[in-house]
């Protein structure tokens, strides 16, 4: 059959419109396959130049800086510092063993030193620079610059270390950094590469190791050309991480440094807390140590003369202390009988000196006794016996009910190391623990805190909030992180009644303001900053009867390890509280006379724009205040500078 004209036409336009589309499509690929030979022959001509040289290019992760921790104002307590490092990487090294001996030869080294950093480039990937030494002067950054042609691997570089400006004030709230270690990795199912940098520092205790992922930030990375020896003779590309976020703390620095210098050597701790939202304004622990030691590799002397201290420098006596609270626990009795219906306002109670139950006599700390006594006066003079009476009325079921609800016998949630969650004793508790029945002696000897009953500094102090406002105070550490404020939890009415709530602040005003009251001595002056307190002291011994008989020694001829405990808590101003603050002093002796006296001086130094006014103390101890608040090492309030050494 023959084709037509039309079927002709017809078919030649199918071939052209194929072979144009068969043009083009190899047209693009030419075009394509040009761009590629442009861009390897001329836009990476240099780099390939490079590696025709033998030299090549070698990509390395960029540590983040570090979050800064500020306290309330605004005042660095934890910030970075630039120094002058040298970093080995094996694969470019070569022979190891020469180039640390020759790195020897430039710079100080012991021969312990250069052992560790030999063992430490051998132990790591060929690929992962490593830090052999840190902190070195600019002489010795230049030494080793100039002789890099005979050091292959060897880079000096700066980077960032932590630094604490503020050194003892605040060891144990914000910790410090160290290096990572194989414990710190154990859980992880991914852990950042960073972590994997040697010597790479994250937070060990306090605020830096429970904000760690908050504080480290993201790594970078960089980009760089090292030549055939193995020197690094540019920088490429790089590529900046994420900062960490800088965090805010709630802690007062000035009140902080205040509280560290008044507490001075004793084994103590103090904390002072804003009533009205539950900032901590002060968390100190003593004594303590400098942070800085440990970030820069602690000596073995200094550690040890850590440890060893009797004192105990490293624990945080603050929130990791549990102690018998003594008689800053007779609050909560009083309450709980009160609120149980248990006793009346008016209950009085005859104070011989003791109780005799069981064929046991308890005795008072007055050994004449208190005569009769109500609720009020049993406070201000510190009656015992008024305690072992109520408390058989309301049971210890009651009393630990209302211990709980001060914030007793539970662990408070801040960003801090070894929080302890105390003891507050029941019958459950006893049995589970003890696998023994609860006793009547029991409920007498935690009715004034003794026995079983065990607190921390930091939860008497959210205790005397709790007495000081009747509701649910809940302490706050971090105020805000980056430019975020963080959250205040609102404060619930605890539910408890006015009238006994009013009835207990009386009797704690009393213990600081009365003619008879324990802590008279220990009273702010000044009407406006008048102040309500309870004053402790627990026993770390038994006393015997026979010991009672003859007298009982007095905590001065004891062996420091023996004496009582010395314990404080109140809260200013009484008409309108703003801070709550609790003492503990660990063999202190008596309340009154060593715990009340440093807790009305850091709560007026909280209360206060500047050192304790002389107005507010009594007149007759203005001098010896005068004298003692000149002499205390307090730092600069402007630079946080310390004092020179040897002078107040």
């Not at 980077?159 to 400006?165: E, I, K, M, V």
């Not at 003791?354 to 005795?363: C, I, S």
Request: net charge neutral; proline share 6%; with cysteine.
């Amino acid at each position: 059959m023959r084709r037509t004209q039309k079927d002709n036409e017809d078919s030649h336009r199918g071939i052209t419109r194929r072979t144009l589309m068969m043009g083009g499509a190899m047209s693009a690929m030419v075009v394509a396959l040009g761009a590629r030979l442009r861009y390897l022959q001329i836009d990476q001509a240099d780099e390939f130049k490079l590696l025709a040289e033998e030299n090549r290019i070698s990509v390395r992760l960029l540590p983040p800086r570090r979050g800064i921790i500020f306290d309330r104002n605004g005042k660095v307590i934890a910030g970075n510092e630039q120094n002058y490092r040298v970093v080995v990487t094996r694969e470019d090294a070569g022979d190891v063993d020469l180039v640390m001996k020759r790195l020897a030869s430039l710079i100080p080294m012991t021969p312990e030193e250069l052992e560790d950093a030999t063992a430490a480039v051998k132990k790591h990937s060929a690929f992962v620079p490593v830090i052999v030494k840190d902190r070195i002067s600019w002489e010795d950054f230049s030494k080793i610059a100039i002789n890099a042609p005979a050091l292959p691997g060897v880079v000096p570089e700066m980077g960032l270390s932590r630094q604490y400006p503020r050194d003892t004030d605040f060891a144990h709230s914000v910790g410090y950094v160290g290096p990572v270690s194989d414990r710190d990795l154990e859980g992880e199912e991914a852990p950042d590469p960073v972590l994997r940098l040697p010597k790479f520092q994250i937070g060990k205790i306090g605020v830096e190791r429970w904000m760690e992922s908050t504080l480290r930030g993201s790594a970078g990375t960089k980009r760089i050309e090292v030549n055939h020896v193995g020197r690094v003779m540019r920088e490429l590309e790089r590529h900046e991480g994420e900062a960490g976020a800088d965090i805010r703390l709630t802690i007062d620095a000035d009140v902080q440094n205040f509280a560290q210098a008044r507490l001075g050597e004793e084994s103590a701790a103090a904390v002072v807390m804003d009533v009205r939202n539950g900032d901590i304004i002060c968390i100190a622990s003593s004594p303590s140590f400098d942070p800085n030691l440990f970030v820069r590799g602690i000596s073995q002397k200094d550690y040890s003369a850590l440890t060893e201290h009797d004192h105990r420098p490293l624990a945080n006596k603050s929130v990791s202390g549990a102690y018998p609270p003594g008689s800053t626990f007779k609050m909560v009795t009083a309450l709980a009988a009160l609120e149980a219906g248990a006793i009346k306002p008016g209950h009085a109670v005859r104070c011989p000196g003791y109780m005799e139950f069981g064929g046991r006599r308890f005795h008072c700390h007055s050994r004449g006794g208190h005569g009769t006594v109500n609720l009020a006066q049993s406070l201000e003079k510190s009656c015992d016996v008024y305690y072992y009476d109520i408390c058989q009325k309301v049971g210890i079921e009651k009393m630990a009910e209302m211990g709980r609800l001060f914030g007793l016998g539970q662990r408070h949630d801040l960003p801090m190391s070894a929080i302890a969650e105390g003891i507050m004793p029941n019958r459950a508790w006893k049995m589970e623990r003890h696998k023994q029945e609860w006793r009547i002696g029991d409920t007498i000897n935690a009715s004034i805190g003794q026995g079983y009953v065990l607190a921390s500094p930091l939860q008497l102090a959210v205790m005397t909030s709790r007495i000081a406002t009747g509701k649910a105070v809940v302490p706050r550490l971090v105020r805000m992180i980056g430019t975020e404020e963080q959250p205040i939890a609102e404060a619930e009415d605890l539910g408890l009644s006015p009238d006994n709530l009013a009835m207990v602040r009386r009797g704690m005003s009393d213990v600081m303001n009365a003619e008879r009251g324990t802590a008279r001595s220990a009273r702010i002056a000044d009407p406006a900053l008048t102040m309500a307190g309870k004053t402790g002291t627990s026993q770390v011994r038994n006393i015997t009867a026979a010991e009672r008989a003859r007298g009982v020694i007095s905590n001065d001829q004891l062996p420091w390890e023996r004496r009582d405990h010395a314990l404080f808590v109140g809260y200013a101003p009484y008409d309108n509280p703003r801070y709550a603050i609790s003492v503990v002093v660990e063999h202190g002796g008596g309340g009154s006379t060593v715990a009340a006296p440093i807790a009305r001086d850091i709560l007026l130094r909280a209360l206060s724009d500047g050192l304790p006014p002389l107005s507010a103390y009594p007149a007759s101890q203005r001098g010896r205040i005068e004298t003692m608040l000149k002499q205390l090492p307090l730092r600069d309030p402007e630079t946080g500078a310390a004092p020179a050494r040897g002078k107040a």
